[in-house]
């Protein structure tokens, strides 16, 4: 069949790509981090150093926080969007989704504009606010970019919906409040769980924003970059990164199986 | 062209025997149409001839003195009118119709030439610039047609071509496919599992079941002098008389039917249409149910074989439920069919 | 629209959100434009500072689009045919390949980079090299490519419409030049838009594979926020905001069409 052999040559380009720069550099990357004096115990280093631990634990903290606010914001103004026509709708809609694929760096520097020493806030308020290079910066910068992911998703799961469910309860005489919580909350969760999924996994993977903030705090990807480039202990680096890959691939495929389509974009 | 096919099987890599050893004749110019219920292998068959599917081992596909078994489809020169008419969405009425001229590098005036004429026996000047999308549902089933017989294909596959319809529509394209499909004067094979669209529009009927062709034949031999039960059930829904065969008579449980000497040992069918109403009739039986069709009547009658026997009645009148009646069958309208060991279902 | 006390919870919510997004943005802007953003725009404005971002980094901005161009290129190149296999090869393996490449989506630029960096560092012409940049990019930009177009193709009727071009007489690749790639255009056109915006705001993998005398316009604005004063920055950001927020917004639009046919 000469029209398989077509097909097999259409898909050949991605495959000799994707083995040179993708399956290749993957294995290199697993292969490095074995290659210190630990061997393969350098992954048990990684839960027996106390720096490595917390920054484990800070990232997952605070991406587990920016996950759940950004879940919150969004479903309220995703809802209210959704369900309302106003003007103004419009602009609000591209408001709230035109961040969408702002890099991290970018993002970190509206922070500083915010809360950073010559920030708004520092200026207008009379106590003197900075925020910007500490937790909270961080936070705020992640929720930045987490939010107009979360929103496009919630409401294209909300067109969704089947209207008709919501008119019979409100036939059956159920309040608004009882038709959020029975009827549409349900009926978005597994594009919630989607959403909040690909937002932990992308605040846990961010660098730009850590880096243009230039934070004392400890996340994953900045210790990564600091293994590799100060001190230059490259195996560390490769494991760190091999746990922080697996981590959230594994997040998404599991999050993936509640629900299909999401929207991924930057970081 | 003639179209040959000799032992063509179809064994789908998951085991289903989709078409068992079939071998078929089309005459040029005829009009053969394949009939048999959903699944029993007529698609399988139709995209064997275009060359879309592989026939097993054995197989061979031949057009006029060519054996194409081995042809790639796009060498064959088929034009195929698909179930859901696959146009390309990409085009307009015009470029979907000159599409098999164009990948055929059909130099520009001719290319034109010729699609104005096909757009003409099919009726569709009107539409030639408009995008496919903007079509109704005949309309596409002629573009359909439209672009299959442009490129003057050898054989013509038409893969039931009017089931995408719906019924009113459906029956009034049925003579109008017809028509176009005279006018081509190419050999063609029609797929339909609508008895009425196969007497309506085939030179010759194939009848499948189950991936076994049954009968092939004129569309009146079929109706009169089917080959087996499934056929005489197929076309035309003959109803089974079981009863016990005399000499010259059948004993049914509603009286005796005379019926020829020769018919010998066999099972006796009847069909509606040729079951009368009559006051002297040999047979009787208690009317059940009485329904109106527009025409005729369709009575259902009881205690004159074991299940209900319909019989269309064309009268201005019918008589009540629960009324007695007495029926005529004249011996010319029965069919016989060698005995099967079994009644057939 | 009718006022009641949740909607006016949910409004002030949608409001606050959308003046956390908007105000720093609107900032940066201003900021770019004022003589003086410490004295505000009482200062006076001015394009003396993008001015000098044009003197200062006119060559990352050109790199960035360079990348964008060629990035664009190999992923229509690579991503539509292998789109176009994958939806004609409904098997395992190409759930399992597209779910490979894929990888990009889930895992982290920085591990990727590491990856790339620790396999062919040691390689001197290429490391230095635009094309060790645009590797990264393509590796980051060619799932949604392909993912985009792969949507489109499984909408439609594709095998019905491949059979109906090759009784016709085309062959594969008349067929696929024909009637595959035009009827993909919506998801080809979301996907290229995608690669684009990606690739120009790429950051994460080119932090990592770029070199000193190779600076896209996201490294240049780490640099600029690093070490110049505000205004230019910001003027800087002003210029990125330009180039990004049209091919957003074009983007946003082609993926709604898309997405209209795969429904
Ligand atoms: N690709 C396939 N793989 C496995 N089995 C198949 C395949 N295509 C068809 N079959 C099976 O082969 C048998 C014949 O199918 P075919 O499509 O030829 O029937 P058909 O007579 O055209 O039916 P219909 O009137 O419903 O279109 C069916 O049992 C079907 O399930
Ligand atoms: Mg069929």
């Known amino acids: 069949m000469t029209n398989r052999i077509f097909v097999a040559l259409c898909l050949l380009p991605l495959a000799v790509f994707s083995m040179a720069f993708l399956a290749l550099p993957i294995v290199r990357l697993v292969q490095a981090s074995g290659e210190s004096a630990e061997g393969w115990g350098i992954y048990l280093q990684i839960l027996q150093t106390p720096r490595y631990l917390q920054t484990l634990l800070q990232t997952v903290l605070v991406s587990f926080a920016v996950a759940l606010t950004a879940l919150a914001i969004s479903t309220t103004a995703g809802l209210f969007l959704a369900r309302n026509r106003f003007p103004g709708r419009g602009a609000l809609l591209s408001i709230l989704t035109l961040p969408l694929a702002f890099p991290g760096v970018v993002i970190g520097f509206l922070i500083i504009l915010l809360g950073g020493r010559q920030g708004l806030f520092n ?132 999050a993936r199986s509640f629900a299909g389509t999401t929207v991924a974009a930057g970081g | 062209m003639t179209l040959t096919i000799t032992n063509a099987s179809k064994t789908y890599p998951d085991g289903t025997r989709a078409l068992r050893p079939t071998s078929l004749t089309v005459g040029p110019g005829e009009i053969l149409s394949l009939l048999g219920p959903s699944g029993c292998g007529k698609t399988t068959l139709l995209r064997i001839i275009a060359g879309l599917e592989r026939p097993d081992p054995g197989s061979e596909v031949r057009f006029g003195d060519e054996d194409v078994t081995r042809l790639a489809v796009e060498r064959r020169n088929v034009g195929m009118v698909f179930q859901s008419y696959a146009l390309f969405p990409n085009m307009s009425v015009c470029a979907n119709i000159g599409y098999g001229l164009k990948v055929r590098k059909v130099p ?62 459906r029956d009034s394209l049925r003579d109008e496919l017809a028509a176009m499909l005279r006018q081509f004067d190419i050999t063609a094979v029609f797929v339909t599992h609508d008895q009425s669209e196969a007497l309506a529009i085939a030179d010759r009927i194939a009848v499948m079941s189950d991936g076994v062709m049954q009968q092939i034949g004129k569309p009146e031999e079929l109706y009169r002098s089917p080959a087996s039960a499934f056929v005489a059930r197929f076309i035309g829904n003959a109803m089974p008389l079981p009863g016990r065969m005399e000499p010259g008579r059948l004993v049914l449980k509603g009286g005796v039917l005379p019926v020829p000497e020769a018919a010998g040992r066999s099972d006796v069918y009847v069909r509606a249409e040729d079951i009368h109403l009559d006051e002297d009739g040999p047979l009787q039986g208690t009317l059940e149910t009485v329904s109106f069709s527009g025409g005729h009547y369709r009575l259902g009658i009881r205690d004159v074989v074991e299940d209900t026997l319909f019989a269309t009645h064309p009268g201005r009148q019918a008589p009540a439920p629960g009324d007695r009646v007495r029926l005529r069958i004249s011996p010319d309208d029965l069919v ?9 279902e | ?245 049209p091919l957003l917004m074009a983007m946003q639009w082609a993926t709604d069409r898309a997405q209209r046919i795969t429904r």
């Open chain 1, 123 to 254: 200026t207008l308020l009379p106590g003197h606010v900075v925020f910007a290079y500490s937790l909270t910066g961080l936070f705020l910068g992640y929720l930045y970019f987490s939010i107009p992911r979360v929103l496009l998703t919630v409401m294209a799961a909300t067109e969704k919906l089947d209207p008709s469910l919501e008119e019979a309860a409100r036939t059956l005489g159920a309040s608004p409040w009882r038709i959020v919580v029975d009827v549409i909350l349900p009926g978005l969760a597994p594009s919630l769980v989607a959403a909040g999924a690909i937002a932990f996994a992308t605040a846990m993977g961010a660098f730009g924003t850590a880096f243009t903030l230039a934070t004392d705090i400890d996340v994953l990807p900045m210790v990564i970059y600091t293994e590799f480039t100060l001190s230059a202990n490259i195996a560390m680096a490769s494991a760190l990164s091999v746990v922080l890959g697996l981590a959230t691939w594994i997040l998404l495929l599991v």
């Open chain 2, 336 to 344: 016989f069919l060698p005995q099967s060991g079994h009644m057939p």
């Open chain 3, 1 to 245: 629209m009718h006022m009641t006390m949740p909607r006016v919870l949910q409004l002030a919510v949608t409001l606050l959100t959308a003046a956390f997004l908007i105000v720093p943005a609107i900032q940066s802007v201003l900021a770019g434009l004022t003589v003086n953003y410490f004295r505000g725009i009482s200062s006076g404005l001015t394009l003396k500072w993008l001015g000098q971002v044009w003197e200062l980094y006119a060559g990352s901005i050109a790199l960035s689009m360079w990348l964008a161009v060629t990035c664009l290129a190999v992923t229509l190149v690579i991503g539509v045919p292998a789109a176009y296999a994958l939806a004609k090869s409904p098997g395992r393996m190409s759930r399992v390949l597209e779910e490979f490449i894929s990888l990009p989506l889930a895992v982290p630029g920085l591990a990727l980079a590491l990856a790339l960096l620790q396999l062919y560092g040691s390689m001197q012409g290429f490391r230095t090299s635009w094309l060790f940049i645009l590797v990264g990019h393509v590796l980051y930009t060619l799932p949604f490519m392909v993912r985009s177009v792969l949507a489109v193709l499984m909408a439609m009727d594709l095998r019905s419409l491949e059979e109906s071009a090759a009784t016709l007489g085309a062959s594969s690749w008349t067929r696929f030049r024909t009637v595959v790639v035009p009827n993909a255009m919506p998801g080809i056109l979301a996907g290229a838009l995608t690669v684009v915006t990606l690739s120009i705001g790429e950051f994460n993998l080119t932090w990592m594979l770029h070199t000193p005398y190779l600076k896209t316009l996201p490294v240049g604005l780490a640099d600029s926020y690093a070490s110049m004063r505000l205004e230019i920055a910001s003027a800087y950001t002003l210029v990125f905001f330009v180039m990004i927020v």
């Open chain 2, 108 to 169: 520009a005036a001719e290319l034109t030439r010729r699609v104005d004429e096909v757009l003409a026996l099919c009726r569709l000047e009107d539409h030639a610039e408009r995008p496919v999308t903007a079509l109704s549902g005949g309309q596409r089933q002629r573009v359909a047609l439209a672009r299959a017989v442009a490129p003057r294909p050898r054989i013509l596959l038409l893969d039931e071509p009017l089931s995408a319809l719906d019924a009113a529509l």
